[in-house]
């Protein structure tokens, strides 16, 4: 039985208090209320049981039932049991459950076996039946237009996709088995394609202002872009939207399989890279279906929607203007910006010219006419470039865009939910807790806007009301939109004091204020509300952390939360006594991310779900002590020379961490880690290294279950002698951890390759996968996927999982028209 809350019985015995007679009540009341005092020990039984017959009903529908109620429900309508995922994959068998009835009425198709890889792999998948690619005679009573019939001669959108599941091209017959050899076409192999990455989605507004003029208030989580150029001249109407200079982001199209009802997945509902010929064909069609007075022939359904914005929106707003203005899916020229225009400065024309001839009667008519552009884009890489402006029109200043972005899992700065139990939401003083805030927005006028709660322009306004607070408070600095911002006055970068015993948050989100309602008690210690979703904020400088008020006192903590360093971070002498770096990119490539300008003494660092760049945390020979705990997180060299974590003086404790590089610790507990370079740990009688990657010539206290130390043991089992050097070679060979990317910009960083061995991709703890994306559980979420195909997959007919995840190598390949 579940124990109840004091305000759940508080709840029941008023309940069944009210109950009583009236005059019972006044009686009760006069003798200092012993009826009610019983009432309330009767009541605790009553809640008790109100909570387990909540918890009857809730177990009796799919939708709420708890996780250990789902396997009762799967038994009852013969759903077959799946191994179970890690809580923090955030993916259940619960809709695999709820739509078992609906999958056995469409048994043997491939509009199920999509449906149920959607619901049990959580991944976007598109089903192929093979025999539907095999070469063959045409014949008339089985047309079919959409094949090619002649592979020289392919279409430049069908041979971005050659080897997807939108592979159009014919293909001679493959005998292999599709599941144990990869033999594709065949008469009796159907494929299930899945792309793995997630696509975070920067959301547009939904609504359609006047004239699509948008305030910028109306904008705050669209991201802002960045000036792009070669670091030495800026041309105007040039802007990236990558947060380092002069690099790429790719764009993801959003998934969208629920904005339509087609029986089928599209290309352009999946998850996956933008590509820019499709795009450019559909905004051509759209600019001539405009100009010639006609409905647009597009797919269906089409890449650009309206209605969402996606799967991407442009906002403009020009030189002397306070409005952004969206930009029309016609308006948009795509075009290929891997490198900077010749001549430098080329921009595209505010109009292009079009000729066609009208469907006239008796004879058709030559037709010419200009269709406007605002801009020119990239969404492979992420530019744009304005379109020269008119004779007396300004230019282009400020450019928004809403866009979608892939990655493994949901970490670093971005637009994922990054509330937790652990992080304040509900921001109330309590005893000896005093809140501090300033809510950072330039769209609304500063000022007070209540106790406590101050409205500023910039963070350097926020930083400076921090300054001058004494210690022991908590602050809270709350980033409100997705904008940028660099040192102030010409400073070297952006300093951040941290007061003793105090805590200062410094976190991209959103700012409720609260409610006081009518009739509804207040709270008059509660100050508001913080969420922490939908937006990121980017520092264009060095972060530099520094002790503030009360120097002869312990430092205080500093948080950092959903924010994006293009410039690394430094800690100063006695900045502070704890560092906390949550669901943030910090990066100095070719330099160093994070480190410090003075020994540590006593500091404890922890990372969270970041993304970070180089890591050195030693200074000199000076002595240090502290820890560093990494969790969730990838650590890359980033293009700089060296160690990708040096922490020599540090105790480390790494769970499900990615280290692209080498790495040195004083002591080290490690689970599901991967180091991809040798690792040192000075101290190895203390500490152990759990089910990780280990990268040879690694010094390290005892380890349990690594590889390669537990495919060296099996081979030498298998053997039943000891393993000659090449044998030991080859085996270590045979699982290391292969990864499509390890540069920080793209998407596919530190995901592991297709061919990497079961070892890694089912090696962490609970059967999960090593490195950062174990709690995503890939290898779980396909193995129970493929244990239904016997069921679900008509007789004679044999289905293999193809995952269609490509490297940046691969799609820079295939999207270069």
Same mark, same amino acid.
């Given at each position: ?47 008790? !049981? ?56 469409? #048994? ?108 910028? &208030? ?46 089928? /997945? ?18 051509? $069609? ?30 403009? &707003? ?16 795509? *075009? ?44 492979? =890489? ?47 003083? #309590? ?17 007070? !806007? ?13 930083? *400076? ?7 022991? #408070? ?10 940028? $911002? ?30 006081? #309602? ?87 660092? *922890? ?27 990838? /650590? ?20 499900? /961490? =990615? ?19 040798? /690792? ?14 280990? *990268? ?45 990317? =390890? ?21 962490? $703890? ?52």
């Amino acid at each position: 039985m579940t124990v109840p809350s004091a305000t759940r019985i508080e709840e029941v015995t008023e309940r069944l208090y009210g109950l009583l007679p009236a005059h019972i009540r006044t009686v009760d009341a006069e003798a200092g209320w012993p009826m009610k005092a019983f009432v309330k020990v009767l009541a605790a039984g009553s809640a008790e !049981i109100d909570i387990e017959i909540d918890r009857f009903y809730d177990a009796i529908f799919v939708e709420t039932a708890p996780e250990g109620a789902l396997g009762e429900l799967a038994a009852l309508v013969g759903s077959e049991p799946l191994r179970p995922l890690p809580a923090a994959a955030g993916h259940d068998a619960r809709a695999f459950v709820a739509n078992t009835v609906r999958y056995r009425r469409g #048994k043997g198709t491939a509009r199920v076996l999509e449906a149920l890889a959607a619901d049990v792999g959580g991944v976007g998948t598109v089903v192929v039946e093979y025999f539907m690619r095999l070469s063959r005679a045409q014949h008339l009573i089985d047309v079919r237009p959409d094949r090619p019939d002649v592979a020289a001669l392919t279409d430049g959108g069908i041979a971005s996709r050659v080897g997807t599941g939108f592979d159009t091209l014919p293909r001679l017959l493959d005998v292999r088995s599709i599941a144990r050899l990869g033999g594709r076409h065949h008469m009796a192999r159907v494929g299930v394609h899945v792309l793995r990455p997630l696509a975070l989605d920067f959301a547009a507004p939904t609504d359609r202002p006047e004239g699509d003029k948008f305030e910028p &208030r109306r904008l705050s989580r669209v991201p802002l872009a960045r000036p792009w150029g070669d670091g030495t001249v800026q041309h105007k109407g040039y802007f990236q939207l990558a947060a380092q200079p002069g690099r790429t982001l790719r764009l993801f199209n959003p998934d969208r399989r629920s904005e339509t009802d087609a029986a089928r /997945v599209s290309a352009s509902e999946l998850p996956s890279r933008l590509e820019r010929l499709a795009l450019h064909r559909e905004t051509e $069609e759209l600019r001539r279906a405009e100009l010639e007075d006609r409905a647009a022939d597009l797919e269906d359904p089409p890449w650009f929607n309206p209605d969402t914005g996606r799967p991407f929106t442009i906002f403009l &707003r020009r030189v002397g203007e306070p409005n952004f203005e969206r930009v029309q899916p016609s308006q948009i020229q795509i *075009a290929n910006l891997n490198a900077l225009p010749v001549p430098a400065g080329a921009r595209p024309a505010a109009e292009k010219t079009y000729h066609w001839r009208s469907a006239g009667v008796p004879a058709s008519e030559p037709k010419i006419k200009e269709h406007p552009i605002r801009c020119g884009f990239d969404p492979f =890489t992420g530019r744009l470039i304005a379109a020269e402006p008119k004779v007396g029109e300004a230019d282009v200043e400020e450019v928004r865009v809403a866009y979608a972005y892939g990655l493994g899992l949901p970490i670093g700065a971005g637009p994922q939910d990054r509330n937790t139990d652990e992080v304040p939401f509900d921001i109330t003083d #309590k005893a000896g807790i005093e809140h501090r805030i300033w809510v950072v927005d330039p769209t609304e006028a500063a000022g007070s !806007i209540g106790v406590n709660v101050e409205r500023t322009a910039t963070l350097d306004a926020a930083l *400076a009301g921090w300054a001058a607070t004494s210690a022991g #408070k908590r602050g809270l600095i709350i980033l409100t939109r997705c904008d940028r $911002e660099g040192a102030a006055g010409g400073a070297p970068n952006i300093a951040v004091e941290v007061h003793s015993a105090s805590e200062l948050h410094i976190v991209s989100g959103q700012w409720r204020p609260k409610l006081i #309602k009518p009739g509804l008690p207040d709270n008059p210690q509660r100050r508001g509300y913080l969420v922490r979703r939908d937006l990121k904020f980017t520092l264009d400088a060095p972060l530099r952390i520094t002790h503030g008020a009360g120097s002869g006192e312990r430092p205080g903590v500093l948080v950092l939360d959903g924010l994006e360093l293009t410039d690394g971070l430094s800690i100063g002498v006695r900045a502070m006594s704890r560092l906390v770096v949550r669901h943030c990119t910090i990066r100095a490539p070719g330099g160093t991310a994070l480190r410090t300008t003075a020994a540590l003494a006593g500091s404890e660092i *922890a990372i969270d779900h970041s993304i970070v760049g180089r890591i050195n945390l030693d200074f000199g020979t000076d002595p240090a002590n502290g820890s560093l705990a990494i969790t969730d997180s990838i /650590v890359s060299v980033d293009e700089a020379a060296g160690l990708a974590v040096t922490a020599s003086a540090l105790d480390a404790r790494l769970e499900r /961490v =990615t280290i692209l590089g080498g790495s040195r610790f004083k002591s080290l507990e490690a689970t599901n880690v991967i180091f991809s370079e040798a /690792v040192t740990a000075i101290r190895r009688q203390s500490g152990c290294v759990r089910f990780s990657a280990i *990268a040879n010539g690694s010094s390290l206290p005892r380890r349990f279950r690594c590889q390669p130390d537990l495919a060296l043991a099996q081979a030498a089992e298998r053997k039943g002698s000891p393993l000659t050097d090449s044998e030991i070679a080859r085996v270590s060979l045979g699982v290391i951890p292969l990864f499509l990317d =390890t540069a920080l910009d793209e998407p596919t960083v530190a995901m592991l390759h297709p061919m990497t061995a079961d070892a890694i991709r089912l090696g962490g $703890e609970n059967d999960t996968g090593m490195g950062v994306f174990s709690d995503a559980a890939e290898g779980l979420r396909m193995a129970n996927l493929s244990s239904l195909f016997d069921d679900y997959v008509p007789l004679g007919l044999e289905a293999g999982l193809i995952d269609d995840t490509q490297s940046t190598a691969v799609a820079t390949r295939r999207k270069r028209p």
